[in-house]
């Protein structure tokens, strides 16, 4: 019988992605009469979202392209930084990157979060919302319905700031977002802020901030330490 086989070259940066047995990055496959290229890199394991060229003897192919025998594809990773669909990035996380959330609103960037959102509507709001949607679910990377999206590198959170900062190099703007809610903060004069500040809080600062969305109050206490740490590793990359 005739082989009916190609080959996916899955580029080093993707290998991550595949199963520990094709870690190698050389997938053979077999044809069937219908299934798109797409189809078969998803089924490997790596999500179309974080393809920026699949080519062969040097030609792009379109992922709706239907493979022949003897074919090698070379499948590549999305190029950094990459464009989002508005600019400066809007993004959106899934249930599980809540405190990754709050860490890209302390650098100024707009994170929508909610710790009880399905997978449809996740993906239904980044698409309308036009935001990027960051998830470590495939399976939700896998959908039709999702635009723009990626997947987050990184068991710690330290580590998948670093990746989704690396990917689309977003302006940074410090302290201007509130990390509850993702509003916009303000300065605000202190005498407005009393009535809700400690007595300790009231005598020891005098510059503070309040959340357009949720009139929370901030205000540099000795907690901010860690974060201004987190601020200058961030504005320094």
């Not at 896998?142 to 723009?148: A, E, M, N, T, Y």
């Amino acid at each position: 019988m005739p082989d009916d086989r190609f080959t996916l070259r899955i580029a080093p940066d993707l290998r991550f992605l595949l199963p520990a047995k094709r870690r190698g990055g050389v997938v053979r496959v077999t044809r069937d009469a219908t299934s798109t290229l797409g189809h078969y890199v998803e089924a490997a394991g790596v999500p179309l979202t974080e393809v920026g060229e699949l080519r062969t003897a040097g030609t792009a192919l379109p992922a709706s392209h239907r493979p022949v025998a003897g074919e090698i594809v070379d499948v590549l990773p999305v190029r950094r930084p990459q464009r989002a669909p508005t600019a400066p990035p809007r993004f959106l996380l899934d249930v599980h990157l809540g405190r990754l959330a709050r860490w890209l609103r302390i650098l100024g960037l707009d994170a929508a979060y909610r710790n009880d959102a399905g997978d449809k509507e996740l993906a239904d709001a980044a698409t309308r919302e036009a935001r990027v949607l960051l998830t470590q679910d495939r399976g939700l990377l896998r959908r039709h319905d999702v635009g723009c999206a990626a997947f987050v590198q990184g068991a710690r959170t330290g580590e998948q700031l670093r990746d989704v900062l690396d990917r689309f190099a977003p302006p940074l703007d410090p302290w201007t977002r509130c990390p509850t809610c993702n509003g916009v903060l303000a300065a605000v004069p202190k005498q407005d802020v009393l009535a809700a500040l400690q007595p300790g809080t009231a005598r020891t600062y005098d510059s503070f901030a309040r959340c357009g969305s949720c009139g929370q109050v901030y205000w540099r206490g000795a907690h901010a330490r860690r974060l201004e740490q987190l601020v200058s590793d961030a504005t320094g990359r």
